[in-house]
């Protein structure tokens, strides 16, 4: 069930793509956590802080890889 839905989620990002002319990529949490070496909890404080938009899949949790980039450089 929840290929299906990673599936599905991925086509609707393909048509979004399409419809803005811009590419969405993203990472899993802990692919994230490791790439801005922050731990689960800061990961946490940032999304409620809208630092850091969360994205699920299912129960899995993924970040925006431009979110992740933007946070890098500034």
């Given at each position: 069930l929840l290929d299906g839905v990673y599936k599905l989620e991925k086509r609707l990002d393909k048509i979004d793509e399409k419809l803005s002319g811009r590419s969405i990529e993203y990472v899993p949490l802990?692919?994230?956590?490791?790439t801005l070496g922050i731990s689960r909890k800061?990961?946490?404080n940032w999304h409620r802080q809208k630092i850091l938009s969360k994205k699920y899949i299912g129960a899995k949790v993924f970040y925006s890889t431009k979110e992740?980039?933007?946070k890098m450089e500034g």
């Open positions: 802990n692919q994230a956590l490791k800061t990961a946490d992740i980039e933007q």
